[in-house]
C-alpha cells in the first residue's frame, strides 16, 4: 500500500527507530508498503519512519542509479547495523523523499560494512560500495534521527532556512502523497 511520506519537521524523523523482532506480525506489510511507497515517489531508498513508523527498517533499490560495472542490487535491511566505513570520503547530490525540492552535495565515505537482516531474516554481513553504500548510509541515519542536511554547513543551512521553513509549514508540492505533521522547531 502506497502510505504518504512524512515530512521534514515531523517528530518521527528525529526520533531513535527501535529494533524490531523478526517475528513482528507487521513486518511483512510494513516492508510491502516501504516498497510500493518508495516505487510510487520515484526513490531509491525509504525508511520506515518516512513512512511514520519508527521501526529500523528500511529498502533499497538503486539500480537505476547503478554504473554498468556495478553489481545490480536490491535489498530489505531489518535491524542493520554499520560496523564500519571505508575512510576515504566522496561527494554525491543527494535528495530526500521527505525533504522535497532541496538536493545538495554531501560528503560520505565510499564504502559500508553492514551487518542486517534480509527481507528472508537471514543475518548477512556485507561491505557495499558505489551508490549502494551511499543510499545505506543515508538511509541508516534515517533510523537515527539523522538527516542528510545535518551534514551541510551551516552558511549552506542559512541559505536554506526559508525553503524548510516552507516544507515545515507544509507548504511544499511533490508528485507523491505528503504527510504534513506540522510543528514549529
Ligand atoms: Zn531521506
Not at 521501526?55 to 547495523?81: M, T, Y
Not at 548477512?124 to 537515527?144: M, S
Request: charged fraction near 25%; glycine fraction near 6%.
Amino acid at each position: 500500500m502506497i502510505r504518504p511520506i512524512v515530512l521534514y519537521g515531523a517528530p518521527v524523523l528525529r526520533q531513535k527507530a527501535s529494533p524490531v523482532s523478526p517475528e513482528d506480525p507487521e513486518l511483512p506489510r510494513l516492508i510491502q508498503d516501504l516498497w510500493d511507497t518508495m516505487y510510487n515517489a520515484d526513490g531509491v531508498g525509504l525508511a520506515a519512519p518516512q513512512i511514520g513508523v519508527s521501526k529500523k527498517v528500511f529498502v533499497v533499490d538503486a539500480r537505476q542509479l547503478q554504473s554498468p560495472e556495478e553489481e545490480p542490487f536490491k535489498g530489505v535491511f531489518i535491524n542493520p547495523k554499520i560496523l564500519s566505513t571505508d575512510p576515504v570520503c566522496a561527494p554525491y547530490e543527494e535528495g530526500c523523499l521527505s525533504i522535497p525540492g532541496i538536493r545538495e552535495r554531501i560528503y560520505r565515505p565510499v564504502g559500508v560494512e553492514v551487518e542486517y537482516l534480509d527481507e528472508n531474516l537471514v543475518l548477512q554481513r556485507r561491505h557495499f560500495t558505489g551508490i549502494v553504500a551511499r543510499v545505506i548510509q543515508h538511509e541508516y541515519d534515517h533510523l537515527i534521527g539523522q538527516l542528510f542536511i545535518d551534514y551541510l554547513s551551516p552558511l549552506k543551512r542559512q541559505l536554506l532556512r526559508r525553503r524548510l521553513k516552507e516544507i515545515t509549514a507544509g507548504q511544499v508540492e511533490a508528485p507523491y502523497p505528503l504527510q504534513y505533521v506540522g510543528r514549529a522547531h
